[in-house]
């Protein structure tokens, strides 16, 4: 007796994308239903809920960690294939330039190449890098629902900030005018160069630029407002910063949906603030406040992801994770990457779906 269409439908729903990926060669009935665009979204819809951390290590390796895992569970880390063809330089190191339903855009310096990645599947996409000679320190990765296709934003400091945009449905670069480029310098943090993308838009934090030219963003001054590209609009406004900020270590991120600033003031004291409403800046609100003398610095933690359990994980000098209680900003787990994976190199990271959704499909040129 064969079960209902929708029953089937909802079974294949439920398991992983590997699974799936091997069902599709295991009759031309199943090959049609987890290829149709429909059970594609589906699928994404359901994986967003329980997104999982990617680390991409120096030396070029890279593993998927399921954040809701013990810590200690080594077996949750899954190794994952690079596409060591068309980058065969990254050994040498890999740029992380975003992460957007569940594709992840990666690329290498060395190669002068970009790739839109999906880690489950496999399938990529290859772009080249612009043809110029600026260096890039500043970048971002995002979907435009307006076109249907996803756009790379590279940020390059001459005498003005220079923005480079690719479409993938286009499949070329252009230069975009940033009425702030002149005034500001635009990063997230020069630890990690990756802009946060929320509501349509990529941000980056703002410095006065200095007087006399300088590398060190110790030299500038952090702007009272941050600046967002819209993807759709490719249109940059400002947004408040909460007031009275330090010119201390900040990093931008994203948290449980919201923007997250975090401010490291010291080297034992961290906190994080979230914009609990779009745009406004009365609704900045502190969500975390860590003072951890007893376990050393953490000056340099990254937040990657707010739980459903309220607590917020993230990357500690990009060798350990850690897992702190937003209620009473106690550690409640750590796990140290390169000690646990006999890993000499520092880590990056960023969240990600597993989905079945292909870069190609959004590539006018394929």
């Given amino acids: 007796m064969s079960l209902f269409p929708e029953i089937i439908e909802d079974i294949l729903l439920r398991l992983p994308v590997k699974s799936l990926v091997r069902f599709k060669s295991a009759s031309k009935t199943l090959y049609s239903l987890i290829s149709e665009s429909r059970f594609v979204n589906l699928q994404a819809k359901r994986a967003s809920n329980n997104p999982k951390i990617l680390l991409f290590s120096v030396s070029g390796t890279c593993q998927s960690f399921d954040y809701e895992t013990p810590f200690g569970n080594t077996c949750a880390f899954v190794n ?14 890999v740029d992380v330039i975003g992460s957007c339903s569940g594709l992840v855009c990666i690329g290498s310096s060395f190669d002068h190449k970009l790739v839109i990645w999906n880690p489950c599947t496999g399938t990529h996409l290859v772009i080249p890098y612009p043809s110029d000679s600026f260096t890039y320190y500043s970048y971002g990765f995002g979907y435009d629902p307006s076109s249907e296709c996803f756009k790379i934003v590279l940020v390059s400091l001459e005498e003005r900030t220079i923005f480079q945009i690719f479409s993938s449905k286009s499949s070329s670069w252009r230069s975009l005018c940033c009425p702030y480029g002149s005034t500001y310098i ?3 943090y020069i630890g990690d160069s990756s802009a946060p993308l929320l509501n349509g838009a990529l941000h980056w934090l703002s410095y006065s630029k200095p007087q006399l030219p300088s590398t060190f963003l110790r030299a500038c001054e952090i702007s009272s407002e941050f600046i967002a590209l819209d993807l759709a609009k490719e249109k940059f406004q400002k947004l408040p910063m909460p007031q009275s900020i330090p010119n201390h270590r900040l990093v931008l991120g994203e948290l449980g949906g919201c923007l997250s600033l975090l401010l ?7 906190e994080i603030w979230v914009m609990k409403e779009y745009g406004v800046e009365a609704s900045w609100s ?11 610095s953490i000056y340099d933690f990254w937040p990657l992801y707010l739980c459903r359990s309220r607590e917020v994980v993230g990357l500690q000098d990009g060798m350990k994770l850690k897992r702190w209680n937003i ?3 106690k550690l409640v787990d750590t796990f140290n990457i390169c000690e ?11 969240v990600y779906a597993e989905n079945l959704i292909s870069p190609t499909d959004f590539n006018e040129m394929n």
């Fill in 340 to 350: 646990e994976l006999c890993e000499a190199f520092k880590y990056r990271a960023v």
């Fill in 264 to 270: 490291s003031s010291s080297m034992d004291k961290v």
């Fill in 186 to 188: 635009l990063v997230n």
């Fill in 80 to 93: 994952l294939n690079i596409p060591r063809k068309v980058l065969k330089q990254v050994e040498l190191g």
């Fill in 327 to 329: 209620q009473d900003g």
């Fill in 286 to 296: 502190k969500l975390l406040n860590v003072f951890e003398t007893e376990y050393g």
